[in-house]
């Protein structure tokens, strides 16, 4: 099953998109997040078109029932569905059912008390401090183009020198340089943060600008691809899979990687929980909590192979 239009009634879409546009009904939401609403909602909808054969419209929404929902919940668990991926299409569903009702006025009781999937929250996986610098080192010598060298090495400076997301760190233009000391970002639900840039980051992106064979205006991106349009995340994530197997790291060394390691590497240091979340644009401080968890493990870690009563 997939969430292909073709299987679902006009209306139904027509009805997705003004959800989708209704500033009141999701607030404040990065387009990515959109986009992964509209896909959920378009399986949900393609899967209910089939289901429920006697009523394809918006019709078949009002009546949807508790066994209707979980007909829904185990078609995606037959798809293969992980379970992190099923609570985050419930949730979106959820969403759009919560705004529904409350604009048709009916009850939607048969969604909203559909139960999640548990799954367990992955911790984040940082590098050590030697590796993350071997990361960096390794990264100028993915390209024989010393621009290109510089490019890589200021990318991934900026990820774990100042933790941002590999989203952010592209969406700087040509208006954020030369780098100050601190960095305006919009993160996340377009929240805006101020980052303090250290200087190797600062000298990192200089060395770019220096060798960048592609000039631009303000608005333009200021990481550029080798043809000269703005650099994908692809790009990085292929760029940084090479130094990862040269350095024999394991595949969870990721861009968002260098973040967690950015973080942790803070946190070890004595820093402080609230600062970090300010650093990371973390909406709620439970997900910079995360890391207090990584340095707990770390520590029984080694407290299992030195102590004597391990």
């Known amino acids: 099953m997939s969430g292909d239009k073709g299987f679902i009634a006009p209306a139904l879409t027509d009805l997705l998109e003004r ?3 209704t500033d009141s009904a999701l607030g404040r939401i990065s387009e990515n997040t959109r986009k992964a609403y509209q896909t959920d909602l378009l399986v949900f909808f393609a899967f209910l078109s089939q289901h429920m054969e006697n009523a394809r419209g918006v019709e078949m929404l009002r009546d949807i029932s508790v066994t209707d929902m ?21 949730s979106a569903v959820k969403s759009f059912y919560r705004w529904f009702s409350e604009r048709d006025d009916f009850d939607a009781t048969a969604v909203m008390m559909t139960r999640a999937p548990k799954f ?8 050590a401090k030697d590796a993350a610098k071997a990361v960096l080192e390794t990264a100028a010598l993915q390209s024989t183009e010393p621009w290109v060298q510089a490019r890589d090495v200021a990318v991934l400076t900026l990820l774990y020198g100042c933790g941002l997301r590999i989203s952010e760190a592209l969406s700087l233009t040509f208006a954020d340089v030369p780098l100050s000391d601190k960095l305006y970002i919009k993160g996340k639900g377009d929240k805006e943060r101020l980052v303090p840039v250290i200087p190797t980051a600062q000298d990192a992106v200089a060395q770019y600008l220096r060798l960048c064979p592609f000039p631009g205006e303000k608005e333009h991106a200021l990481f550029r691809g080798v043809r000269g349009g703005a650099l994908s995340p692809r790009q990085v994530q292929k760029t940084l899979a090479d130094v990862r197997m040269q350095l024999g790291l394991p595949s969870s060394v990721t861009p968002h990687a260098m973040r967690h390691s950015f973080a942790t590497h803070l946190l070890n240091a004595g820093g402080d929980l609230r600062a970090i979340q300010e650093l990371l644009g973390h909406a709620s ?4 909590e995360a890391y207090t968890a990584v340095d707990t493990a770390r520590l029984l870690e080694v407290y299992e192979k030195a102590h004597p009563r391990g």
């Not at 979980?70 to 419930?90: K, Q, T, Y």
């Not at 367990?120 to 590098?127: A, F, G, Q, T, Y």
């Open 19 to 21: 959800w989708l546009t």
């Open 70 to 90: 979980r007909s829904f919940m185990a078609h995606e668990r037959g798809r293969g569905i992980a379970a992190r991926s099923l609570a985050r299409e419930l």
């Open 120 to 127: 367990h929250n992955k911790l984040p996986r940082p590098l």
């Open 285 to 288: 401080l439970a997900s910079t």
